[in-house]
């Protein structure tokens, strides 16, 4: 199964947005009992989370995973940081790239493959302003123009 395939539990609508979007790389993900299940209920938000390496091993922050409402005492805390899982040479290089100016690693998709839980990560450059703005002008443009096209048939 090529990655980023399988059952999508969140996605980070607004990282197309607010960055370019350079590479992406598929990493398993360290969670407790809880979170999964929390996870398959679709309870996960990635608004505002970040991965970033921490003494040789990568880490994603601000990652809200709801508690699970039958947890009881066992239930987590919903922020916080979880370990990813990746290959050296991966973490390496990602680390490599990321100390460039204008680089992070952004989550992009959290989905469930071959019954593992696993996140999409994107190598992203920001976006500015400018950029924004001309892409939602490029956006609409294609929409009127499906408009058209369709009404035309």
């Known amino acids: 199964m090529p990655k980023g395939d399988g059952k999508t539990l969140a996605q980070n609508r607004k990282a197309s947005h607010d960055y370019t979007i350079e590479e992406t790389i598929e990493a398993g993900i360290e969670l407790k009992g809880t979170e999964i299940k929390s996870i398959r209920r679709g309870s996960a938000n990635l608004r505002d989370s970040y991965a970033r390496v921490y003494q040789g091993e990568m880490y994603v922050y601000n990652m809200h995973i709801a508690p699970y409402e039958e947890g009881n005492r066992f239930n987590h805390d919903p922020l916080r940081t979880r370990k990813l899982l990746l290959k050296r040479k991966q973490i390496d ?37 400018y950029d924004k703005r001309h892409a939602l002008k490029a956006k609409e443009a294609k929409r009127e123009v499906d408009r058209a096209m369709k009404g035309r048939y």
């Open 93 to 129: 290089k990602l680390f490599g790239e990321t100390r460039e100016q204008g680089y992070a690693l952004v989550p992009l998709k959290l989905y469930i493959k071959n019954g593992y839980c696993k996140m999409l990560l994107g190598l992203a450059k920001g976006k500015k302003d």
